[in-house]
């Protein structure tokens, strides 16, 4: 367990200068148990309950500290930093507990200076580091004892985030665990509803704990925590509550920042209606459009009251209603239907476009090129399943294929002439994808790409830590970041096909899985190969391997993933 009584003296030094000549506490059991339950005990002070997700607020370019103590050796410990509006620096360190003094037998402890000083000069380790808005997690299944601290830092603005930490985190499951297939489903769209479908929670179905869904619908992007929507929602009320720098609050009190965590029964469907929060004057400000709409425990949701022909972002959490703990599905986006009949998107050259296709539907997209040019390239990345398009020319055919994953297609050019792409969805879902049709292919959005993209493990050079694997590259010169993920031995291309959104980033990656990234090209195409031997893997093992290729626009495609194995005996 995390004992913080034995660990309160050693926290007392972060108390104002006018306590340092105070003697240190007894340690009293029964009256640490009395404290620990006063709320008020924990407040100005940095400690990390036991199996309690705290919030908590951060100054700009002011970090902010937590502590914690492990007793003994070979104790389970999670610890989950969740960031809400703005990218966090974090790292947990620890250090070996300072040794107790006898006081020259009298009983008496020591000064709290004296104390202080020894935890200072004491050496600490760091353990793990992270950069970003994800939701990150430190896990051990036998961690050492010691002092643990952990450091939090924003460099972009003030902002909140919260903290969890336990050493029973297998008992405890606070957080709702995702499907096997944590995709959100477009099943029915209209000109001002959508239908969303989901797959129930095996925390709810299996292990019979009490669940909600909330649905989270706006017109900017998704979301990776309902702590960040929540941010969003109450981002008035919460930055004019912001206490002034140099004074803390009390973790427990969420009110403090304008947090309200009203669970909405969901017989309000409407989107985007006037409420009044708190009962104040708040200053006229432009309303955030989003909104946040719990619905129990169905897995099948029509939002309605939409604006035809725009496109939302929509966002399921899964809510623990024990813990108030929620985990995040996979977001998804469309676009509702216009009112008249739908009209072609105009594509402008060398700019990507989002493009949503309803099942069985179809979209249509026009090119016409201002100027004169000798060549046109279409870029087609399709995010989930395969689409069928169609390209004509001044109403004449030049092509029709299925197109899966990433192609590019090039086609010749002619004065003044005007392109019609026909998309069409498969039957059996939404496809979403991103186009980009340019006349300048030297300065695309999208990276060049091989015409293989597959990646090839050499079976020969397999050990039992580490496998070697190649790809193909191009005579231009981009960057490549290869992930690596521990699955199962039974995983399969069924199971890879559900993996979430193709078109995201490896922004959205675990820094755990980063191998490595590098800049490679060759300007002779038959010698446009890499390798990488990717090292540190456990015998016997299954990984799922990634490469991204990161053009100069910033846009970033994924070559097909690799399953490989580690040989079992070596």
């Not at 952990?150 to 930490?165: C, G, I, R």
């Not at 000798?374 to 399709?382: A, G, L, Y």
């Amino acid at each position: 367990m995390l004992l913080l009584h034995y660990f309160m003296p050693y926290l007392l030094f972060l108390l104002p200068l006018s306590s340092w000549t105070q003697k240190l506490p007894t340690r009293d059991e029964e009256l640490f148990q009395m404290q620990i339950q006063d709320k008020t005990f924990f407040h100005d002070s940095s400690v990390i309950p036991d199996g309690a997700e705290i919030s908590s607020y951060l100054f700009r370019e002011t970090p902010k500290r937590f502590f914690f103590v492990v007793e003994e050796d070979n104790t389970p410990l999670a610890v989950t930093v969740t960031p809400c509006d703005a990218p966090l620096e974090w790292k947990l360190s620890l250090q070996e507990l300072p040794e107790e003094s006898s006081g020259e037998g009298s009983g008496e402890p020591e000064p709290l200076d004296q104390q202080k000083q020894q935890i200072i000069n004491e050496e600490s380790t760091e353990l793990f580091s992270y950069r970003g808005n994800d939701v990150e997690y430190f896990v051990s299944s036998s961690s050492s004892s010691g002092l643990y601290q952990l450091e939090l830092l924003s460099t972009e603005k003030d902002t909140h985030f919260k903290v969890y930490a336990s050493t029973t985190p297998e008992s405890d499951q606070p957080y709702p665990e995702l499907p096997y297939d944590p995709r959100v489903d477009v099943t029915s769209l209209g000109h001002t509803t959508v239908t969303l479908a989901w797959k129930p929670s095996p925390t709810a179905s299996l292990l019979k704990q009490p669940m909600q869904y909330c649905v989270v619908i706006n017109k900017e992007h998704n979301f990776k925590s309902l702590c960040a929507v929540e941010a969003k929602q109450n981002a008035d009320d919460a930055f004019m509550m912001a206490p002034k720098p140099g004074l803390d609050f009390s973790p427990f009190d969420f009110a403090h920042f304008g947090f309200s965590f009203n669970s909405n029964s969901g017989k309000d469907r409407s989107f985007l209606k006037s409420t009044s929060k708190f009962g104040r004057h708040t200053y006229s400000k432009p309303r955030v459009d989003l909104e946040k709409i719990c619905i129990g425990n169905k897995n099948i949701f029509t939002v309605s009251d939409l604006k035809p022909d725009t496109q939302y972002y929509f966002d399921i959490f899964a809510v623990n209603t024990n813990t108030n703990m929620s985990t995040a599905y996979v977001g998804t986006f469309a676009r509702t239907k216009e009112e008249a009949k739908q009209k072609t998107v105009d594509l402008k050259d060398g700019k990507v476009t989002d493009v949503f296709i309803k099942r069985k539907g179809s979209k249509f997209l026009h090119f016409a090129p201002v100027s004169s040019h000798q060549k046109v390239t279409f870029f087609v990345h399709s995010c989930l399943d395969a689409v069928q398009i169609q390209v004509r020319r001044d109403g004449k055919l030049l092509l029709s294929q299925n197109v899966e994953g990433v192609r590019q297609f090039q086609l010749r050019g002619k004065p003044k002439a005007k392109y019609l792409i026909r998309m069409k969805g498969n039957k059996k879902g939404a496809s979403m994808l991103k186009f980009l049709a340019t006349t300048r292919p030297n300065k695309q959005s999208f990276p060049s790409l091989p015409e293989d993209t597959r990646i090839k493990a050499f079976d020969k050079l397999r050990t039992c830590s580490s496998v070697t694997v190649a790809w193909l590259g191009t005579q231009e010169r981009n960057k490549f970041c290869i992930y690596r993920k521990e699955v199962d031995d039974n995983y399969n291309e069924e199971q890879k096909k559900r993996e979430q959104n193709q078109c995201l980033g490896p922004d959205l990656r675990k820094k755990s899985e980063k191998v490595l990234c590098k800049y490679f090209h060759s300007q002779n195409l038959q010698k446009a190969v890499t390798t990488e031997t990717i090292k540190g893997l456990q015998p016997g093992k299954s990984y799922l391997l990634d490469v991204y290729v990161i053009g100069h626009g910033g846009h970033s495609v994924k070559y097909q993933s690799k399953l490989v194995k580690t040989r079992k005996f070596c």
